[in-house]
Structures are given as C-alpha cells and as structure tokens.
C-alpha cells in the first residue's frame, strides 16, 4: 500500500528528525484522518440519485428531520418513491448543507452521510427540510459538473451534491460509487459515455434503479419488462471504467448512431443485467449489447436476465465482436418480431470467448437466431424459433420453437405460464460473477418450478385447456 501525505520543506525536515517509533504512531493518526469515521481499509459506498424531477420531494408531506449521527428520523413517513441517493437539504442553525440517503430503514427512518461519505451535519428535532434528486439525468451525474447538479438545489451548497474523488481506488476515495436511478420520467439527457472514474476490481461504478423496498425505497424503481415502466432513457451508454455495472435500466432508443449499452475500452470486468432494450432504429447495424469498439482489450462481459427488442434487419441482440472479448451470456430474451420479414440476429460472435446458457431468442427469418462468424464456446440449454440454437451441438437446446408471450403486441416479452417451449428447460446459472441472486428480470427467485427457466423471465406453468390433472394418483 502507498499513500502520499503532502508536506513544504520544513515539515519534512522536522518529520526527518523524528525517532521511527513516533513516526509511526503520526502516520496512523495522519491515515485515520484521511479516512474520517471508519477503517482506513474499508471500502466505502457513496450515493446519489438520477431522475428527471426537480421537484422537493418532501412538499406533499412537510415532514421535518432530525439527523444524529447517520440517522435521518423523519416526523411522518416520506413519499414511497424517497430513497437511497436522495439530497437532504437543511439548516441545522449553523447554515445550509445537504446529506445524502444510504439506507432506508422504514418510511420515517433513513440512514444518511455527508458529500464524502462521513457522518451528515446533525439536525435537532423539527428541522425543516427538502428533498431533492441529485442530478437530473445521467449525462448530468457522470459529467461531474456544478452546472449539472439538480438545478433546484440552492447554489449555497449545490458543488457539495458531486462527490469530492473521482478516483475510487484504494488510498484515493477507496469507494465504490452507486448511481440510482429513478422511475419520474423518460430521461432524454442524451448519450452517455461513462469515462469519469478510476478503477479496479473492489472500487467501481454500480448504475442500478433500487428494488428493495425494505432497504432502498418505498417502491421499485425498475421496470416490470414492459415498456414505459421504471427508469428509462432514450439514448444509449457506452462504459469505459472497467468493473463497471449496469442493471435494470430501460433503454429504448430510436436514432442510428448508437447502441444501447455497449463498452468503449478497457481489460476489466463489465456486468449488464435485468435490462430491457427496446431498439427500433430502421436503417443501421447496431446492438443492443456489445463489446465493439477498437479500444477494448481483453474485456470480460457477463451479461443476464435482459429483454433485447430489434426491429433494423442490421441490428444485433447481442455481439461480441472483439478479437480477445470473453462473454458469459446467461438467461437473455431477444426477439426481432417484425412481420414483414425485417428481421435482427439474436446473438452473434466473431470470437472464440462467448459461452451461452438458458438464453430464448426468436427471429422471423430463419437462420439468424444464433449466428458466429467462428464458434462459440459451448451453447446449452438455449431456445430457437429457428434451428440455430442446436447449431453447436450443445446439451438440452430446444429449436424450431412456437414460444408464447404474454403479450408480444405490447412487447411484453415474459413468458406465458401455458408455454410449453422454455418453462423448465433450463439450468442453474449463477455463479460469483453472473446472476449471483439467482433470480429473474423481475427480481423473482430462480426456479418456481423445481428446474430454471430458458430466457430472462421466471414463470409459472399453468394447466394447458383440457389437460388432466393427477389427483392422489386418479386421472
């Protein structure tokens, strides 16, 4: 470990003259005030918020605060949609300052921290107080500027919503940063290429819409795999940072410039997950996932539990196209439903890396189903409206099936509970590095039916019209 302390002339000649012994016992003083209020080695989890409004989410209900220590008690319960990232703005009597949701406890009970992750200015009882989204698009937060910071937050104190380090590596920040995003409206910010932050594999950058109405929010902020639901945006992401995660966002982006989330560079880790992408650019190659750029190098992409939609006879589900990319590509939907024959390629590889498992894609033009200009790794346990998912020779892949959707005229892709095509045809697919949770795009625990389903959603068989059902062993 390395950590620089600056220090003029003269403190560094009196530090030389110094016995070792003593000097010792400076540097942990002057390595606990760099790390105020917890371990110099532990990591430290920094929040802020995204969502369109700019509204004070705290005007419906007028409640006031008091904040000791890294507890906000409110005086009545907060709006469901108040949660981890949010900008507490407040006078405690010594002038205004923000803090910063961590962690909800109950409608009245948040946890909070200060701009750098420390403990919040404390607050008596009946402090006034609004609440706030940090940035106002994801282009706003990851620029890291003043001038993009919530435009309702006062000026007194607005520079303190950005988060002092934009290396989160250890001996820097030692922190990994969550981004949370919030389901107010359509974010049309525009591109967003994520290139900020320094890295590694313990300090990175997590965008994700909070789920967990006991710990993050009131209410989920993710969509339920259906358009117009949960946080959306209307334009792409490309992620430079290696380590960098992206989970839950709805993406439906309709230009011809840019993919839905794809890498920039890098030789690092990148997890996308319980997406749903909605391309329905006419005229252009593009992907709803992929690695393609000239700048990656070595690249590992674990992708899962994403709803990818194409309507360009170019476009691409999936592709890896990297010389040296490895993929793991586990429990995907891709669909290219166009009638009239436009039709996308569901995955594609141009590499040797890629391992697919439990994935469900279903192409109008036969043959595009699973496409690789070289093999892939192994394919298991993959579904095909065509023939291609077997192309490998892979265990337990089912080709040529009829899938039935919930609703595909609506482009509600969740698998219909009398589908007999992909319910229980999967396999366990979780590990340390991809779907870790074991569960679906929904959030729903893996399996409901005693074996893992094909594609990103989880379903429950229901009975077929005049099947018989086994009753204490009588038909």
Known sequence: MYISFPMNTKTKKLFDIIPPAIKISVLALLIFAAFPARSAFAVLDIFRSVGT??????????????????????????????????????????????????????????????????????????????????????????????????????????????????????GNANAIYYVACYADGEDTGGFTLINAFTVDSTHYVHIYTPTNTTTQVGISQRHTGKPNTGYRRDNGIRVAPGYTRIDGLSITYTGNTYNGLALSAGVNSYYFSNNYIDLTHETTTKSGITDFSSGITGATMYIWNNIIILASSGALGISVADGDTTAYVYNNTVISPNADGVNGVGIY???????????????????????????????????????????????????????????????????????????????????????????????????????????????????????????????
């Not at 108040?82 to 009245?108: C, E, H, K």
């Not at 993009?148 to 988060?163: E, R």
């Not at 033009?365 to 892939?376: E, I, K, Q």
């Open 53 to 170: 409004s700019t509204a004070d989410l705290n005007a419906a209900t007028g409640a006031s605060v008091n904040i000791t220590g890294t507890t906000a008690t409110f005086s009545t319960g907060l709006a469901t949609n108040v949660g981890v990232g949010d900008v507490l703005q407040y006078n405690p009597g010594s002038g205004l300052t923000v803090a910063f949701i961590s962690g909800r406890t109950s409608a009245t009970v948040f946890s909070v921290q200060s701009q750098n992750g420390g403990t919040p200015t404390a607050a008596g009882d009946g402090t006034a107080v609004n609440i706030y989204r940090a940035f106002n698009s994801l282009f706003g937060w990851e620029s890291q500027l003043v001038a993009n910071v919530n435009a309702s937050i006062n000026d007194a104190v607005d520079d303190t919503v950005l988060y002092a380090s934009l290396n989160l590596t250890f």
């Open 349 to 475: 590889t141009a590499v040797d890396n890629v391992t697919l498992k439990n994935n469900l894609v279903y192409t109008v033009t036969a043959g595009s189903g699973y496409l690789g200009d070289v093999a892939f790794t192994s394919v298991t346990y993959c579904a095909s409206g065509d023939a291609t998912a077997d192309d490998w020779a892979g265990a337990g892949n089912r080709i040529n099936q009829p899938f039935r959707f919930v609703n595909s005229a609506s482009k509600d892709y969740h698998i219909a509970g009398k589908d007999r095509s992909v319910l229980n045809y999967g396999t366990t697919a979780s590990d340390a590095n991809i779907n870790p949770d074991g569960t679906d795009i929904d959030g729903t625990t893996r399996p409901l039916n005693g074996t893992w389903d094909i594609g990103a959603d989880e379903a429950t068989i229901t009975p077929l019209m005049g099947a018989f059902i086994a009753v204490n062993g009588s038909r």
